[in-house]
């Protein structure tokens, strides 16, 4: 049976009829509509009284037949024939509009987001005729030459519905078609990279303290380009909305997720990260008006950490964190999937497959857990081994990027590697350093560079990195490096508190200590500010002595006598 999609209730036996019996028009292939087709949807429509649609394929088929506008009617990703920002889907629409010229905004975007191969607008007058129509069709361009304001559409000027029919269809979608591809080829020349748009929600109070100026890109999302760069993504475009609260199907309101699909569909993005943890429903929501691939932060720090696990201990660590970040979201992945296969019928042995696939990923989370109780029983002994031989211990801990690695490498004359991306370090790392004390004495003390934090640390993080935070909650002393020459240092600080403050054990002594005072401008301003820190450039070695002094101060008062 043909399926009537929209606005169907209230329809009588003979127009549901007359509907059905426009699925067996046939076009010729060359040709975007006949003057005949053209009439007989202005015709229903008048009858109607509502906005009618048709879909057709390339070979001349009507593949949907759907009351309302194409707005309301847009078919969804998965079902196009294709998709991809280099091609056109291989569908077009006639549109009968009632009494709306030209085409809205609204209904071009759903061009847009369907990449349809062109729009025929047809007005329809009282007497249920078409008189003139609008081709519309989107616009191949590089974004540099697309001007501001500039649509990526192209709407022609009212035309006869014999100089529609006219038009030869198939050069037009095969002269647009090879432009895309163009730019497309020309846009991909240096990668395989994620091409990737970033989207956040600016909440109230964050609108008013995390950003000097009112139009300057927030911390959370240059934070978040960051990430993604350290990913190995591209950024592309960043778009943000404030919100006093995130909607709970969409994030962000209808109109803006709108934008999102408009601006990552012009850019050739094939990826859309939200800088808060979705749920699977919402990740589904997004994924399924926006017709692109959907992650979050969450999801991009995990795979930060998967590319530089290097450790057995670290793989195992991200395994288990990746997997507790996916169970609770199998849900969503299952449904996408057996809307995939077509709905009804398909859903029994799909969910029995999920219910599987939820023991199975259960049963290794079981199995990771033990093997990281393990680790965190192995860790501990080695560390008792440290007491024992009554060597203090320091953590450096901070943000990620604060230079931690570096200082490691600098004190200890080591080779860790120190790179300008997030979290370069995972795996933590012991160094012996030894100070020599005013009275040219030596000391010796074991100095762990740590992974990184960050604001809103993802939870399963925190639970499949607690050997390695053990590591930090149990040294003597702590280190805590402040990227002073950050924008958002003092928010870092903070949020590195919180996170310290968190432990689930009690953090001994810290000593605050700002660095790459080399490229601040005012250090002063900051110990005036917090005058228990000192300042140091790990970079330039500047700042070590105060450093060393300060250090085996707190370690003789964390421990005693030295
Ligand atoms: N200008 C300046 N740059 C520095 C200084 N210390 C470190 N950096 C730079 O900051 C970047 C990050 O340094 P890392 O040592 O990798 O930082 P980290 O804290 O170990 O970072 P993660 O391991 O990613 O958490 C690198 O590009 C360093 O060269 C400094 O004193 N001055
Ligand atoms: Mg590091």
Not at 206 to 220: L, N
Not at 371 to 384: A, G, K, P, Y
Request: with cysteine; aromatic share 4%.
């Amino acid at each position: 049976m043909d399926t009537i999609y929209g606005k169907t209730q209230g329809l009588k036996a003979h127009q549901t009829k007359q509907l059905e019996r426009l699925y067996r028009s046939r076009l010729p292939q060359d040709r975007l509509t006949t003057p005949e087709l053209a009439q007989r949807v202005a015709a229903i429509s008048a009858e109607l009284k509502e906005p009618l649609c048709i879909y057709i394929n390339r070979r001349g088929q009507v593949i949907r037949v759907a009351i309302g506008t194409p707005n309301q009617t847009k078919i969804p990703p998965l079902e196009l024939p294709r998709y991809g920002s280099d091609r056109l889907s291989g569908i077009r629409c006639i549109y009968a509009s009632p009494g709306i010229e030209p085409p809205s905004d609204t209904d071009l975007t759903a061009l847009l987001m369907q990449r349809l191969d062109a729009l025929v607008t047809l007005l329809v007058n009282l007497k249920g005729y078409a008189e003139r129509g609008y081709v519309a069709h989107l616009l191949p361009s590089r974004d540099s030459e697309l001007p501001e304001n500039q649509q990526p559409w192209q709407v022609s000027k009212p035309l006869s519905l014999e100089a529609i029919a006219n038009q030869d269809f198939l050069e037009l979608v095969e002269g647009l078609e090879e432009e895309f591809e163009r730019n497309f080829a020309g846009r991909a020349t240096d990668d395989d990279l994620d091409r990737v748009v970033l989207v956040g929600l600016m909440q109230q109070k964050e609108k008013q303290s995390k950003r000097d100026q009112a139009d300057a890109m927030p911390f959370a999302l240059l934070e978040l380009g960051q990430l993604v760069e350290s990913a190995g993504g591209k950024v592309l475009d960043a778009i943000w909305q404030n919100r006093e609260r995130p909607h709970p199907q969409t994030v962000l309101g209808e109109g803006k997720v709108l934008e999102v699909a408009i601006a990552a569909q012009t850019k050739g993005a094939n990826l859309v990260v939200f800088d808060r943890e979705l749920t699977a429903s919402q990740s589904r929501n997004l994924e399924r008006m926006i017709g692109l691939r959907v992650s979050d932060r969450t999801e991009v720090i995990l795979d930060i950490f998967a590319q530089r696990a290097q450790s057995s201990e670290g793989k195992l660590q991200v395994e288990l964190a990746q997997l507790e970040y996916r169970l609770p979201r199998l849900a969503g992945h299952g449904q996408a999937l057996s809307r995939l296969g077509g709905g009804i019928g398909t859903r029994g042995p799909g969910e029995t497959k999920l219910e599987t696939d939820r023991r199975v990923i259960q049963k290794r989370i079981t199995f990771l857990q033990q093997q990281v109780n393990r680790l965190q029983e192995q860790r501990s002994r080695i560390r008792q081994k440290r007491v024992d031989r009554e060597v203090p211990t320091v953590a450096i801990v901070g943000y990620t990027n604060a230079g931690k690695s570096t200082l490691l490498n600098a004190l200890t004359k080591s080779d860790v590697y120190a790179a300008n991306k997030l979290f370069a370090t995972l795996d933590p790392t012991t160094r012996r350093l030894t100070i020599t004390d005013e009275n040219e004495q030596l000391h010796t003390v074991l100095l762990t560079d740590t992974v990184g934090f960050i604001h809103e640390l993802p939870h399963s993080l925190v639970d499949a990195f607690r050997a390695t935070l053990e590591e930090v909650s149990e040294a003597d002393v702590l280190v805590h490096l402040v990227d002073a020459a950050h924008a958002g240092w003092e928010d870092q600080l903070k949020a590195v508190d919180a996170i310290l403050k968190d432990m689930p054990i009690a953090v001994g002594p810290i000593l605050l200590v700002f660095n790459k005072i080399d490229a601040v401008p005012d250090p002063q301003a900051l110990l005036d500010k917090y005058p228990e820190a000192i300042a140091i450039s790990a970079l330039k070695r500047q700042g070590f002595d105060k450093l060393s002094k300060s250090l085996l101060k707190l370690i003789e008062y964390a421990i005693g006598e030295l």
